[in-house]
């Protein structure tokens, strides 16, 4: 079955840190685009990185760069999401999705992915 699971949410305090995980199974990531999108209640969904898998520059918005990072584990066929310096604004449902390689960067357009999770729920409060 082609999916992406995504795992590794929870609550933390303003200034913690999680590493979210993005599991694909039945294609490989080896060559691919991972976007990370979150979306926070009422608002819209928004990019928050992404990757495309041969070693092509990261994307990151500006709220996050410097405090989020975006890898990939090629054997584990999973991306991560590593969050620090987590802030209230940070509160969101995360979610990754899959995008073909076309040998360009990433897009942080949503409608440039076709395959997405479900979703894993950070929230960021004291």
């Known amino acids: 079955q082609v999916q992406l699971v995504e795992s590794g949410g929870g609550t933390v305090q303003p200034g913690g840190s999680l590493r979210l995980s993005c599991v694909a199974s039945?294609?490989?990531?080896?060559?691919?685009?991972i976007g990370w999108f979150r979306r926070a209640p009422g608002k819209e969904r928004e990019a928050v990185s992404c990757i495309e898998t041969r070693n092509f520059p990261a994307r990151y918005r500006d709220s996050v760069r410097g405090r989020f990072t975006i890898s990939v584990d090629k054997p584990k066929n999973t991306v991560f999401l590593q969050m620090n310096s987590l802030k209230p604004e940070d509160t969101a449902v995360y979610h990754c999705?899959?995008?073909?390689?076309?040998?360009?960067?990433?897009?942080?357009?949503?409608?440039?992915?076709?395959?997405w999770g479900q979703g894993t729920q950070v929230t960021v409060s004291s």
């Open positions: 039945g294609f490989s990531l080896n060559v691919a685009k």
């Open positions: 999705a899959y995008a073909p390689a076309d040998g360009l960067l990433c897009d942080l357009d949503p409608r440039e992915y076709d395959l």
